[in-house]
C-alpha cells in the first residue's frame, strides 16, 4: 500500500520589503535566483537558498507585468503597456524593448519566447473585437515578422512551445507534425496548437478545442510517451486532453480523451492531516494550534512534474485561505486524494499566512517554491519528507525507488568520498563583484541539505524494515 500523505513545514520564509503580492515564481535561467512577478510594473530577484531579495529589474514597463519567460541566457516579460522587455540579468536594466501594436499600443497577456528559433511570440487582450498572436525575430523587434488575428477571439492566457515533435510522435506516422508547436489559450475556451514558423494563420492552426469554459492558465506534459494537455478554468475547473489522430482517414491530428475535474475536486473539499505531523519541537500551545482539519478553498496549480497518475491526471495543488497547501494526486477513479500537506506555522515566521498564488517545482533539487499575497515566499524541501510523495500511480508508489535506494545504502560511503573537478565548477556565479567567489549552493531548501539527508534516511530505514520485516 502507498504511504499516507506526509505533512511538512516550510524549510525557511521570506517576506519581501514591502509586501508585494507574489503572482508568479520563474528561474533565472543563468543565476541560482528566482524571478518574482508583481501586480507592477517590476520584477524582484530572490536568491533561491536564502531567498533574500537580491535585486530588482526596474525602468522597463510602465504597466503591470503580465508574463515572464525564460530560455537560454535571456529574461523576457511583458506588460499591459504593450511592452515586452529583454532584461540584462547583469546590469539589471532592459536591454531589447519591443513595443506591440496594431493601430495603437497593445495589451500584451502572455508571452514565450524559442532563442534557438530567434522567436519572441506575445498573446495580446481582446481590443478592437481581434486578439492577436503576435510574432517578432529578436534579431530585428521594431516590427512583427507575421501575427495571426483569428485563433482566438478574447484575451490569450497562455503561450507555450512543445518540445521538438519527434520527441513524441512516431517517425513512421503518416502525417508528420511541423518541428515545432505552439500551445495557445484564451479566455474564449479555446485551446489550439499552431504551427509556430507558419506566416499563413489558415495554414499555422493544426487543431483546436473549445471547452466552452473561460481559460485562465494551460500547459502541456508528456505521460508514458504521449503528449498532454491541461487547462484550467476562472472557476478552478480542470480539463485534460491528448493529442492523437482521428478524422475520416484517421490522418488528422487531434485533441482526443478529454477529460472534466470540475471544481468540487479542488475547492470547499476538508481534508484531516495526519495527527503525526512533522518531526519539530513545539511549545504547548503551538501543539495545541496543530492542524485537525484544513477546507480548501482555491486551486493553486496544476504541477505534472511533481507526478502523473496511472490515468494520466497530474498532481495539483489547492489552498486555504490561512496559507496551508495540499498536494493531491489523481487517483483511479475522476477524484483526488491528498498526497502530501505543507503547512503554515508552527510559528509565525514559517509559510504563508495568505492566499498562496505561486509555486515553482525544483525538479533536480526536490524544492518546492510557494509565493503568497502577503509578500512571503518560501522554501520547501521534499527530499525531507519521511514518506515519498503519492502520485497516483502503484507501480511508483509501492516499488518506486526501493532497490535504488537500497544500492545507494551499500555505495554511500565509496560515493561520498569521490570528488571531481567539474563538481567544483558546477555552480553558476550570481553577478557577484570582481573576484568575489560564491560558496557551495548547499543548505536546507536545495536537496543536498540536512533535511535532505534525514528525510532519505527515514525513508531508507523505514524501506528497510518493509523489506526483512515478518510477511
Known amino acids: 500500500m502507498p504511504s499516507p500523505p506526509s505533512s511538512i513545514y516550510a524549510t525557511l520564509s521570506s517576506p519581501l520589503p514591502s509586501k508585494p503580492y507574489i503572482l508568479s515564481i520563474t528561474p533565472s535561467p543563468t543565476n541560482p535566483h528566482l524571478i518574482l512577478r508583481h501586480p507592477g510594473p517590476d520584477l524582484t530577484l530572490v536568491d533561491n537558498q536564502t531567498l533574500q531579495p537580491v535585486e530588482r529589474l526596474t525602468r522597463g514597463h510602465q504597466g503591470n507585468v503580465t508574463s515572464v519567460a525564460v530560455d537560454e541566457d535571456a529574461i523576457w516579460s511583458s506588460a499591459k503597456d504593450g511592452s515586452i522587455v529583454r532584461w540584462d540579468e547583469r546590469s539589471r536594466r532592459a536591454g531589447t524593448i519591443i513595443r506591440a501594436a496594431v493601430r495603437k499600443p497593445i495589451p500584451v497577456t502572455a508571452l514565450t519566447v524559442s532563442a534557438r528559433d530567434h522567436l519572441i511570440i506575445g498573446g495580446t487582450e481582446l ?40 520527441s513524441f510522435q512516431s517517425s513512421s506516422s503518416s502525417n508528420p507534425l511541423p518541428q515545432k508547436l505552439l500551445l495557445s489559450s484564451s479566455t474564449d475556451g479555446l485551446i489550439a496548437l499552431s504551427d ?61 480523451t478529454h477529460l472534466e475535474y470540475p471544481s468540487s475536486s479542488f475547492k470547499f473539499k476538508s481534508f484531516k492531516p495526519p495527527k503525526q505531523g512533522p518531526t519539530i519541537t513545539q511549545t504547548a500551545s503551538e501543539e495545541m494550534e496543530s492542524k485537525v482539519q484544513l477546507k480548501s478553498d482555491y486551486l493553486i496549480d496544476v504541477l505534472p512534474s511533481l507526478g502523473v497518475g496511472k490515468n494520466g491526471g497530474a498532481i495539483t495543488a489547492v489552498g486555504t485561505n490561512e496559507g496551508d497547501i495540499i498536494l493531491q494526486h489523481h487517483t483511479t477513479s475522476t477524484s483526488y486524494s491528498p498526497s502530501a ?51 497516483g500511480d502503484d507501480e511508483l508508489d509501492i516499488s518506486g525507488d526501493e532497490d535504488q535506494d537500497m544500492d545507494d545504502d551499500e555505495d554511500e560511503d565509496e560515493e561520498s568520498e569521490i570528488e571531481t573537478e567539474e563538481s567544483d565548477r558546477s555552480d553558476d556565479s550570481m553577478g557577484l563583484d570582481d573576484g568575489e567567489e560564491e560558496g557551495p549552493r548547499y543548505g536546507p531548501i536545495l536537496g543536498a541539505g540536512a533535511g535532505a539527508d534525514k528525510g532519505k534516511d527515514k525513508r531508507k530505514e523505514k524501506r528497510k524494515g518493509n523489506r526483512f520485516g515478518p510477511y
Request: hydrophobic content about 35%; charged content about 25%.
Open 127 to 166: 481590443v478592437s473585437a481581434e486578439s492577436h498572436i503576435m510574432y517578432w525575430d529578436d534579431r530585428s523587434p521594431s516590427q512583427p515578422i507575421y501575427l495571426h488575428s483569428s485563433t482566438h477571439s478574447d484575451d490569450i492566457t497562455n503561450l507555450s512551445i512543445l518540445p521538438p515533435t519527434p
Open 196 to 256: 509556430l514558423k507558419e506566416s499563413d494563420e489558415d495554414e499555422a492552426v493544426i487543431c483546436t478545442e473549445n471547452w466552452n469554459q473561460s481559460i485562465a492558465d494551460s500547459n502541456w506534459y508528456l505521460h508514458k510517451g504521449k503528449m498532454k494537455f491541461w487547462a484550467r478554468s476562472d472557476m478552478d475547473g480542470i480539463a485534460t486532453w491528448e493529442l492523437g489522430m482521428g478524422g475520416d482517414g484517421g490522418d488528422e491530428l487531434e485533441l482526443q
Open 341 to 391: 500537506y505543507l503547512l503554515s506555522g508552527p510559528s509565525t515566521t514559517r509559510g504563508h499566512k495568505d492566499v498562496v498564488r505561486a509555486m515553482y517545482h525544483d525538479l533536480s533539487n526536490e524544492a518546492l517554491y510557494t509565493g503568497s499575497e502577503d509578500g512571503v515566499i518560501s522554501g520547501w524541501s521534499l527530499a525531507s519528507m519521511p514518506d515519498k510523495l503519492v502520485v
